[in-house]
């Protein structure tokens, strides 16, 4: 079946989620964590294999057992093939592609949302997303989530060109009140700071404003922090509130456009993240950004017809 999918690209595309280059590409990393001695009972599985196994598993979704009968292989084989597939790509390509972020890395985030997106002083733009699973055996109702589907929740920052710069994939799915956020190592760091991020600097052309935070942007599911901006709420606000929101918003897309690339469908949003209640600090900041928005320096010449 590999061998005639390699004949057809659009087939071998919509079979594993990516061509038969990238496939070749891929097996040249992590071929070598794949290999097996064989033994005088049995054959080893053929890294090439284990790999169309364990990306047609991640591809598709299809049960185990589906696919130890397309592939006329044992449970037990797919099965160690999906998990091996999968600790072979966190193993040689974690680091090579998404490595944890320096200041240098935070500034040059920063750079394409100003550029991009007239954001100034973004780290990025976060998001967490419900990814449908089956309940694993007795794990009672911790993946039930709200919408009364099991899940698990993937957590991420995106910058400015859709790239995930920071991500964390298993919380429950029933999870919610800012726990995803807030015990994830992007949230303790932010929060304590231990993270190499650059604290402020003075917004383009508004040096009157003095240093702002460097910031994330998130939705109304995450907390309103001086490090993490979120909309204002409500409907009766004044025009220079919905001008920030629309700028936030703006600039926030990034990140459910990266969901709908990844996934070429759309996943169904996590939900509260965070709790409302919001530091004097943190609405200080917000109101920065909101006079910048409005300014001569910081506004856009199309902004007005948007809100």
């Not at 992590?30 to 169309?52: C, D, F, H, K, M």
């Not at 709420?233 to 990034?254: C, D, E």
């Amino acid at each position: 079946l590999v061998a005639e999918l390699r004949l057809d690209s659009q087939r071998h595309h919509q079979y594993f989620r990516m061509s038969a280059e990238q496939m070749e590409e891929l097996l040249s990393l992590v071929g070598p964590e794949l290999t097996r001695q064989s033994t005088n009972y049995r054959a080893a599985i053929e890294p090439r294999q284990r790999l169309a196994v364990g990306l047609r598993y991640l591809a598709s979704g299809d049960s185990m057992i589906s696919l130890a009968f397309s592939y006329r292989l044992g449970h037990t084989t797919v099965r160690n093939s999906v998990h091996m597939v999968c600790a072979a790509i966190e193993n040689v390509m974690m680091g090579r592609f998404l490595p944890s972020p320096t200041e240098e890395t935070w500034r040059e985030v920063a750079k394409g949302f100003f550029e991009k997106w007239n954001f100034p002083n973004c780290l990025g733009a976060i998001d967490g997303k419900h990814v449908h699973i089956q309940a694993p055996p007795l794990s009672g109702s911790q993946y039930f989530n709200y919408k009364k589907t099991f899940s698990i929740v993937l957590l991420a920052l995106v910058d400015a060109d859709y790239r995930f710069r920071v991500v964390q994939v298993g919380d429950f799915g029933r999870t919610s009140d800012g726990g995803v956020y807030a015990g994830s190592d992007l949230g303790r760091g932010m929060e304590s700071r231990a993270l190499h991020v650059p604290h402020a600097a003075p917004l383009l052309g508004a040096a009157h404003l003095g240093d702002v935070p460097f910031v994330m942007v998130g939705d109304a599911a995450f907390p309103l922090k001086p490090y993490l901006m979120r909309p204002y709420p409500g409907r009766n606000l004044n025009h220079n509130k919905r001008i920030f929101n629309y700028r936030l918003s703006r600039a926030r897309m990034v990140v459910e456009n990266a969901f709908g690339i990844l996934a070429s469908r759309h996943m169904a949003p996590a939900g509260n993240l965070g709790g409302n209640r919001a530091s004097r600090e943190a609405c200080n900041v917000r109101e920065i950004f909101t006079s910048y928005f409005n300014s001569p320096e910081g506004s856009v010449s199309w902004q007005d017809r948007m809100v």
